[in-house]
């Protein structure tokens, strides 16, 4: 039923912009047909996007990777001001004509979008389209399953968040969210220099048993505190690492 609900929801506004209802971004303007309907009625992952809110100030630097349609990149843009910049990278061309769309919309000019995925290697790498609104890396099979066409398969640019900062196409980053399905590890290691130099707050998404356990060990190694935001499992969950130095200069004041 609440498949079926979504479905005709999507037909009925497939082409129309709508304000976004409450939330952070109560009053932007959205297009429906661009993902989750929870986002334009403003209580998609709610405990999540709390979480989020309470980092980002006037002035933040805040880096999206994997930013799907744009909606956390938006409540960034907003909450940081003209004197913030966001970063987002999203490498299905999809969803990033969505964020250039709501960017006009809600005329937000402190974002850059990179149209690109992040990784530890710069390259060049096939992209499986998992649904209209997500992919991964994967390699295209010799046969193709009947569910499957050749155009689910593209090539994408694989940048490396380390080299974008030491070309200064990037700049200090205050927050860094990441949901990659399945990359969170690579993404970290390829911006190692870049995240202990600057110690960011980081949101990460974790996808398989084996890439929680090593980015767990990775943020732990760095010196990171980590918490689950809301119900996860040993597979997947959500969490967010605070440098254990800026806690301890907390409780120092």
């Not at 809600?106 to 690109?116: A, G, I, P, Y």
């Not at 991964?136 to 009947?146: C, G, N, V, W």
Request: aromatic share 12%; glycine share 8%; proline share 4%.
């Amino acid at each position: 039923m609440k498949r079926q609900f979504s479905r005709l929801l999507h037909r009925f506004l497939d082409d129309r912009v709508v304000p976004i209802l409450s939330g952070p971004l109560q009053g932007y303007l959205w297009l429906p047909r661009s993902g989750n309907h929870a986002y334009w009625l403003g209580f998609y992952e709610q405990e999540y996007v709390r979480e989020f809110t309470k980092t980002i100030t006037p002035g933040s630097t805040v880096f999206d990777i994997g930013a799907q349609a744009g909606y956390f990149s938006l409540i960034a843009s907003r909450l940081s001001g003209e004197s913030g910049q966001v970063f987002s990278f999203e490498p299905l061309p999809e969803n990033a004509e969505f964020i250039g769309s709501h960017c006009q919309l809600n005329q937000v000019r402190n974002l850059k979008l990179f149209e690109s995925a992040l990784g530890f290697v710069r390259a060049r790498r096939q992209f499986k389209r998992q649904n209209l609104f997500m992919g991964h890396f994967a390699k295209k099979p010799d046969i193709l399953p009947k569910n499957q066409s050749d155009s689910d398969y593209f090539d994408v640019h694989v940048l490396v968040l380390d080299e974008l900062w030491e070309q200064q196409e990037i700049s200090a980053p205050d927050v860094i969210k990441i949901d990659v399905e399945g990359m969170e590890y690579w993404v970290l290691k390829g911006g190692e220099k870049l995240i202990r130099e600057n110690c960011p707050i980081l949101f990460v998404a974790t996808h398989g048993a084996f890439n929680q356990e090593r980015t767990l060990k990775l943020l732990d190694a760095w010196n990171y505190e980590v918490k689950m935001i809301g119900e996860g499992t040993s597979r997947n969950a959500d969490y967010l690492a605070t440098p254990r130095d800026s806690q301890n200069r907390e409780q120092n004041i």
